[in-house]
């Protein structure tokens, strides 16, 4: 077994989920990338981001979910009614046309 495949075998015993394990190393290696040594790796980096988990240096608390901001329409838009929009979501029309064959 590989030191990093053993790193990860013992990280995972900190944080069960694959995809937040590697949000987490990624943002601390990022972090480390930023102050670190330029004659460090990658590798090494995140190797050291994956002791610190391990470590319990590392810490994270879950947050409520993100919706987008509901805004009022603009006046000036001919197609709003003035009702609430959702920035960046398409606006679906509830009418359907059907022709007879």
Do not use: H, W, Y
């Not at 077994?1 to 590697?22: G, T």
């Amino acid at each position: 077994m590989s030191v990093r495949s053993r790193l990860l075998a013992e990280a995972e015993k900190q944080i069960s989920n694959p995809f937040l394990m590697c949000a987490l190393v990624s943002l601390r290696t990022r972090q480390l990338m930023m102050t670190g040594n330029a004659n460090t790796s990658t590798a090494q980096l995140v190797d050291s981001a994956l002791n610190e988990l391990i470590a319990g240096v590392l810490e994270f608390e879950r947050g409520k979910p993100r919706r987008p901001p509901l805004i009022r329409a603009e006046s000036g838009n001919e197609e709003s009614n003035g009702g609430l929009e959702s920035p960046g979501v398409l606006a679906v029309s509830p009418t359907l046309s059907a022709e007879a064959p």
